[in-house]
């Protein structure tokens, strides 16, 4: 059970490159999220998916993009990467309906030149 | 969603009690109190959750008097490994979560 995973782990993108995070969960999850963390910042929601075959905004989506390929799969894209998108990127994964809390990925540490 | 306010920073030495504080003046009704821990380079990680009085568990307690607009975090004996950042969150235990973060309190424990 490897929980909640993330890949890559770091990547560093030139100005106006395009490239695909990629997050999988193991634990029969059914909503999943993506948040961004600026340094000596919490974390802000980026897009989340209350389930499989829907996605939404959160607080902060401008120039993101998600999928959400199956239950266990969920994908943020940038299209276009800029500097301001320099961040540290979180998946998490939560069982709706339940008390059980969200549960965090490693992250993806994005460098934006 | 209700906003938090915590400390931003607070020092330690080992074995010592911490507690931490974090206001939470618009709470409402159904929400509940939720701590999270963050060490560098990792992602947060679930440590307590309460709705009123008192919660403990193997790693903490957390205090809710009985106005609940504001919670105490209670770390018995820190030690260096405790060092991180703790965030006081607010919202829904059950149903869709928003979770909203904000800056969180650094804990440094020293020898």
């Known amino acids: 059970n490897a929980g909640v995973t993330q890949t890559p782990k770091f990547q560093v993108l030139k100005t106006g490159q395009s490239m695909t995070l990629q997050c999988a969960q193991d634990m029969n999850h059914n909503s999943m999220y993506w948040y961004r963390q600026d340094p000596g910042m919490g974390l802000r929601l980026i897009y989340y998916?209350?389930?499989?075959?829907?996605?939404d905004k959160g607080e902060v989506p401008n120039g993101y993009n998600v999928s959400r390929l199956n239950k266990r799969e969920f994908s943020l894209r940038l299209e276009s990467a800029a500097p301001s998108q320099t961040s540290v990127y979180f998946c998490a994964s939560h069982i709706v309906g339940t008390q059980e809390t969200q549960y965090f990925g490693p992250g993806t540490r994005l460098l934006v030149l | 969603l209700a906003k938090t306010t915590q400390p931003i920073s607070m020092d330690s030495y080992e074995g010592q009690e911490v507690n931490i504080t974090c206001s939470h003046n618009?709470?409402?009704?159904?929400?509940?109190i939720t701590w999270y821990q963050q060490f560098p380079s990792q992602g947060p990680r679930f440590i307590i959750q309460?709705?009123?009085t008192k919660v403990t568990n193997e790693v903490a307690s957390l205090f809710i008097p009985a106005d609940r607009k504001s919670s105490t975090l209670s770390l018995p004996r820190v030690s260096l490994s405790d060092t991180a950042v703790y965030y006081c969150l607010v919202g829904l235990n059950t149903g869709f979560q928003k979770l909203v973060f904000g800056t969180g309190t650094r804990l440094l424990v020293s020898p």
């Open positions: 309460g709705y009123k």
């Open positions: 998916s209350a389930s499989e075959g829907t996605t």
């Open positions: 618009n709470i409402a009704t159904n929400d509940y």
